[in-house]
């Protein structure tokens, strides 16, 4: 699989293309915090960083890859770090720079379109960052974690780490569009070969229709996801399962008024994973 080019990556960069100015005027990706120098992330992050940085994110130099439009970047900016954000589609980074003019952050916040694989060749600053942050609907979206996570590693400083969190790998593997109960529709791991998707919902505005509709995804599971980091030489500081995701993931599910999803009684499965990975010092 061509990693920097390949009808995988156009097909996926025109379906964020249409998504952005959808999502940037949802009610899902709601801005109003963020836009009154408050903003927010969701509780899993909030409670993590804040026990993974003792010091905060004040002054740390901070890359969010597929960061989208900006929010959650800008919202790591409002704490005081100095912020890049890399997405590959064009529409999502204007409306990046556009927000951090608004809410006066342009100076704090850089926005850079690339592929996640020819990052390095658009932002060549190795071992430049103190934290690497990439959180909700991320890995799936690429064919290769053993490349990701070297170049996650090569733009840590030594002592920095990489937080992540993602829907869980195994909750991942049901689909339930085609009836009442969630039905197998995925592969745990699909072994770098894609799923073919061809949906024209959007996760973020119910009555929204795609015009471009097939997408090329990958699943991966935890111990691909956890393997690929430590063979890239980084160290398991902390591995998260959580009950709570913060999109309606199945029907049952019931929204809280932290912006989570929760199942009502029993916890049937773990719905979202988060780690943090550390490079070690010398
Ligand atoms: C679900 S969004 C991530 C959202 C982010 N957590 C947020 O809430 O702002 C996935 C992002 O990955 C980006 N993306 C997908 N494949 C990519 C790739 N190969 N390189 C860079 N960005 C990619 C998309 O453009 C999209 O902005």
């Not at 964020?16 to 899902?28: G, I, K």
């Not at 919902?201 to 229709?209: I, T």
Request: hydrophobic share 45%.
């Amino acid at each position: 699989m061509e990693l920097g080019s390949g009808e995988w990556l156009e097909a996926n960069r025109v379906q964020w293309d249409e998504r952005v100015p959808l999502h940037v005027a949802s009610e899902f990706y709601d801005q109003s915090k963020l836009r009154a120098g408050r903003g927010e992330l969701y509780p899993i992050e909030e409670r993590e960083l804040a026990g993974l940085l003792a010091g905060g994110l004040d002054g740390k130099r901070v890359l969010h890859l597929q960061c989208h439009f900006g929010a959650d970047t800008l919202v790591l900016a409002q704490r005081g770090a100095d912020v890049v954000g890399i997405d590959f589609s064009t529409p999502a980074i204007r409306a990046a720079r556009a927000l951090a003019s608004e809410v006066g952050l342009a100076e704090r916040a850089r926005f850079v379109i690339a592929n996640i694989y020819d990052a390095r060749h658009v932002l060549p600053q190795p071992g430049s960052f103190d934290v690497v942050y990439t959180t909700w609907g991320t890995v799936g979206w690429l064919p290769d974690l053993t490349e990701w996570a070297r170049i996650i590693e090569w733009y840590l400083k030594p002592g920095g780490s990489l937080y992540f969190a993602d829907g869980h790998p195994s909750a991942l593997v049901f689909d339930e569009s085609g009836g009442e109960l969630p039905t197998f529709a995925y592969p745990y791991d699909s072994e770098g070969v894609p799923v073919v998707v061809d949906a024209d919902r959007d996760y973020a505005v119910e009555d929204a229709r795609l015009e471009h509709t097939r997408t090329f995804e990958w699943s991966h599971s935890l111990g691909a996801i956890v393997g690929s980091l430590l063979d890239a030489g980084l160290r398991l500081e902390f591995l998260h399962e959580h009950y709570e995701v913060p999109w309606k993931m199945f029907a049952p599910l019931e929204v809280g008024g932290d912006r989570m999803y929760r199942w009502p009684r029993e916890k049937w499965l773990p719905l979202a994973l988060s780690l943090a990975a550390v490079k070690p010092l010398g």
